[in-house]
């Protein structure tokens, strides 16, 4: 299989690269969708967009390279060839969500209100990003035989896939990618509840994402590592204690006060 989508000679465009876009374009859709449901400003939504992903992508790549260090110490200019994959959610979601409270304050502009809108987008996101793993043979499980994916009832085309160097691999990207899908739909639903607070979109995300990401985590075979723990499983688990506080932090007050389809108050200036 191929990890070339498309060769110019001058430029080799990547599959990776292809569906990192695609969950970008597909998250900004949902975002912008969203923002517009709630008369939220679309330039200021647009701007926090196009600057949370480059500070995403680079959090990203540098998570990643601090978890492979005595590597990329040795190859350093690979550190910029992020086509060949190597970009950690986690530290997206971090770097990502610092610029957001930068941002945020800067407009004085409530964050978790931004962030219950940013979640429906970003799941979507991840679930079509996981697609780039697929092509680069990368985010795999454990060794099993054809006759296991195939009584899971894979298409040929992902057993082919999990195919890497004579050996079949369980195919997590793809465990991840459905959660996320299924977390992208209950998320939908959640929204719909008349009385859902302010932070709690956002407090379910986390606390979703975070559930399936230690399971399936547990099921690699390349998880980054901090000594003998998983870092990613470490880290789920403070997400997902996080997401539940906030979640019930949220729920506090009457029914009726700081509710999510409540629109905004605070004035934005560019």
Same mark, same amino acid.
């Given at each position: 299989?191929?990890?070339?989508?498309?060769?110019?000679?001058?430029?080799?465009?990547?599959?990776?690269?292809?569906?990192?876009?695609?969950?970008?374009?597909?998250?900004?859709?949902?975002?912008?969708?969203?923002?517009?449901?709630?008369?939220?400003?679309?330039?200021?939504?647009?701007?926090?967009?196009?600057?949370?992903?480059?500070?995403?992508?680079?959090?990203?790549?540098?998570?990643?390279?601090?978890?492979?260090?005595?590597?990329?110490?040795?190859?350093?200019?690979?550190? /910029?060839? #992020?086509?060949?994959?190597?970009?950690?959610?986690?530290? %997206?979601?971090? @770097? =990502?969500?610092?610029? &957001?409270?930068?941002?945020?304050?800067?407009?004085?502009?409530?964050?978790?209100?931004?962030?219950?809108?940013?979640?429906?987008?970003?799941?979507?996101?991840?679930?079509?990003?996981?697609?780039?793993?697929?092509?680069?043979?990368?985010?795999?499980?454990?060794?099993?035989?054809?006759?296991?994916?195939?009584?899971?009832?894979?298409?040929?085309?992902?057993?082919?896939?999990?195919?890497?160097?004579?050996?079949?691999?369980?195919?997590?990207?793809?465990?991840?990618?459905?959660?996320?899908?299924?977390?992208?739909?209950? /998320?939908? #639903?959640?929204?719909?509840?008349?009385?859902?607070?302010? %932070?709690?979109? @956002? =407090?379910?995300?986390? &606390?979703?994402?975070?559930?399936?990401?230690?399971?399936?985590?547990?099921?690699?075979?390349?998880?980054?590592?901090?000594?003998?723990?998983?870092?990613?499983?470490?880290?789920?688990?403070?997400?997902?204690?996080?997401?539940?506080?906030?979640?019930?932090?949220?729920?506090?007050?009457?029914?009726?006060?700081?509710?999510?389809?409540?629109?905004?108050?605070?004035?934005?200036?560019?």
């Amino acid at each position: 299989m191929s990890r070339i989508a498309l060769d110019l000679g001058f430029i080799q465009i990547y599959w990776y690269s292809i569906f990192i876009f695609l969950g970008v374009l597909f998250a900004s859709a949902v975002i912008l969708r969203e923002c517009k449901k709630q008369k939220i400003d679309e330039d200021f939504m647009i701007n926090l967009i196009f600057y949370t992903v480059i500070f995403g992508l680079v959090g990203a790549r540098l998570y990643y390279c601090a978890f492979n260090l005595d590597y990329y110490l040795k190859y350093p200019l690979e550190i /910029l060839e #992020i086509w060949n994959g190597g970009l950690a959610i986690h530290g %997206g979601i971090f @770097t =990502g969500l610092l610029f &957001m409270v930068f941002y945020t304050l800067k407009y004085k502009v409530r964050l978790t209100k931004i962030t219950d809108i940013a979640v429906m987008g970003l799941i979507l996101g991840q679930a079509v990003g996981r697609w780039g793993n697929f092509f680069n043979q990368e985010a795999f499980g454990q060794e099993v035989t054809r006759a296991t994916l195939e009584n899971l009832g894979m298409p040929e085309f992902i057993i082919r896939g999990m195919n890497i160097n004579g050996t079949y691999y369980q195919p997590t990207f793809l465990y991840e990618s459905v959660w996320n899908i299924f977390g992208f739909l209950a /998320l939908m #639903i959640v929204k719909r509840y008349k009385y859902l607070k302010t %932070g709690q979109l @956002t =407090g379910f995300y986390m &606390m979703w994402y975070s559930v399936g990401r230690f399971f399936i985590e547990g099921l690699r075979s390349d998880s980054l590592m901090l000594g003998p723990l998983r870092i990613a499983q470490v880290v789920s688990i403070l997400m997902f204690a996080i997401g539940l506080l906030l979640f019930l932090f949220a729920k506090k007050g009457s029914k009726f006060e700081n509710l999510y389809k409540e629109e905004m108050k605070e004035e934005i200036k560019f």
